[in-house]
């Protein structure tokens, strides 16, 4: 069974600093692994998602993610973070080629603050 | 494109109740997928429906259950409510469900159970 871990359920940037969200998987098949975002009261929204095209993932709002199978890893990466990126983020990961559908399964989540 | 949709947003109910939650999704999408959101346990997967097909189910008792129309729009019931069913309950809609396929979120129903 597939896994997620996100390490670090608080993060705290400077705006302008660089935002980095870790997450590394665990899956027996090669994943497709995604990043949601949920701001307050609201749903998730999807950021990126890694189908093994390329191991750089660009996404919106200038947030991108490399895959790493070496160290099974997906962090979320953003140059200069903006007060508006404040929110929680999460990494998810489905089966590829599996039978699970519609499943993904989540890592706890991380709560990204961002300063003035 | 209009987005997922999920009717109503906030419920109250009591111990012992039964409740139903609606959710629509993208036009053309043709699975539903639910999952249950609380701070203790975040994210879980209850179940996914496909052409009024179950065709997957995560680890929830049987008071949960879900059910899909063939227009797609897909409703999960929760009976005999508990304290701990209170939660963010979220839907989620794709093209056709596979694990490539990205899925959208609806803004989700806040269920508060007394």
């Known amino acids: 069974a597939q896994s997620v871990t996100q390490l670090g359920s608080h993060v705290s940037v400077s705006e302008g600093a660089l935002v980095l969200l870790r997450c590394n998987y665990s899956?027996?098949?090669?994943?497709?692994l995604f990043w949601y975002v949920q701001y307050p009261n609201q749903g998730l929204q999807l950021l990126l998602k890694y189908t093994s095209a390329a191991t750089l993932v660009k996404g919106i709002n200038g947030f991108e993610a490399e895959f790493k199978k070496s160290e099974t890893s997906f962090h979320l990466t953003k140059p200069s973070a903006h007060m508006s990126d404040a929110a929680e983020y999460f990494c998810a990961v489905s089966d590829a080629g599996g039978t699970s559908y519609g499943k993904l399964t989540f890592g706890q989540g991380t709560i990204l603050t961002v300063h003035p | 494109k209009a987005g997922v949709t999920q009717t109503p947003r906030y419920l109250i109910k009591t111990r012992g109740q039964q409740v139903t939650l609606s959710c629509s999704p993208i036009s053309g999408h043709r699975s539903v997928s639910w999952y249950q959101q609380t701070p203790g346990q975040g994210l879980q997967f209850l179940f996914e429906?496909?052409?009024?097909?179950?065709?997957n189910k995560g680890n929830f008792p049987g008071r949960f259950s879900g059910r899909q129309f063939s227009n797609s729009r897909s409703e999960m019931n929760v009976s005999t409510l508990e304290l701990g069913d209170s939660a963010l309950y979220l839907c989620?809609?794709?093209?056709?469900?596979?694990?490539?396929?990205?899925?959208?979120f609806g803004p989700g129903t806040r269920l508060t159970v007394t």
């Open positions: 989620a809609s794709s093209l056709a469900g596979g694990s490539s396929y990205e899925q959208y």
């Open positions: 429906y496909f052409s009024e097909t179950q065709r």
């Open positions: 899956s027996s098949v090669p994943p497709y």
